[in-house]
């Protein structure tokens, strides 16, 4: 067996039509947007094609989607910009315990400017409770920030009930769509958002393009400044191959997003259970059935995840941990703790994310590599050793 990948919440590989219709605006196509000559033109007409296909992904107008150069400026825009616009009608953000750390540290961030920030909490499966949302709302909040798919256990929150709340009272709603956008359908009026970010990378398009669907009317403060591109969302002349890359991963995404939810679903389970008959004393982390299709996320007592990944890693197969190091700290996932798990069972984690190109052999590959490296790991461990 070569490599096998399974890191795809991390980053995915670049689609090929994607990399063909890239390659053709670096070179041939090169204009600026903002000229008003043919070459300026024809790069125009490209980018708001572009802009049209990642509007259809998510139920958008074209109009409302500023492009960004990927999820975490989406989500500083969203609730930085979010904020600051509307500081005068309060000072209070809602947001999650499990969000990612771009959305975690913007909300730091507004937190020193004087705003006041609530951190709400999750169940054992990783799911915010609507009624959590509903009582945490003050006369001055201004803004809740909620992601759609969380990046490390999966699980899928329920937006269309938070947003209706939100809506009732005026309350600015954002949320973070980079793990779901292209993985299960999404739909901007559906899930009543205001802002959602996206980002390129995480749907087999390329590294350092996102987006930010702002809804008509919704105030935001710009944070860049400069030119007037984007409609004064967000200077600077525009990442044309990045657009175009992205307008045509989200086109192939919508395309096949049926067919390969269910491909990703069954080779999903196949993992879930073949693990789970396999190996002792293991939790998977995340809601069974509430989770996007390729992702599977186990606590495997005893072990240290570091240890894990690089066993594996030994045997060609890609994953990541919500343990230490992978993010260059000493403390375990603020997921997994916020899911009530003890930093020994959450430093035992591990989350294989399947993508378009990974094979039911695969899945077979790790089935039969991962239970032997579970036992010779345990056998080292003295945690394990003193348990039996
Ligand atoms: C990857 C990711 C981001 C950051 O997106 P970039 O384009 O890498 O900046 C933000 N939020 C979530 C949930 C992600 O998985």
Redesign the pocket.
Known sequence: MSRVYLDH?ATTPVHREVAEVMLEYMTGKFGNPSSVHSFGREVKKAMEDARAQVAALMGAKPEEIVFTS????A?NMAIIGGALANRKKGNHIITSAIE?H?VVDSCHYLEKQGFKVTYLPVDDEGIVQVEDVAQAITPETILITI?HAN?EVGTIQPLGEIGLLAKEKGIIFHT?A??SLGKIPVDVNELQVDLL?G?A??LYGPKGI?CLYVRKGTKLERLSHGGGQERRRRAGTENVPGIVGFGKAAQLAKDHLPAETERLTKLRDKMIAGIEANVEHVKLNGHREKRVPGNVNFSFLFIEGESLLLSLDMKGIGASSGSACTSGSLDPSHVLLAMGLSHETAHGSLRLTLGKDNTEEEIDYVLQELPPIILRLRAMSPLYQHQR
Not at 70 to 73: A, I
């Open positions: 919440s990927g999820g975490t400026e989500d990612h771009a992601m990046n973070d980079v793990q970010s980002s990378h995480k996102g």
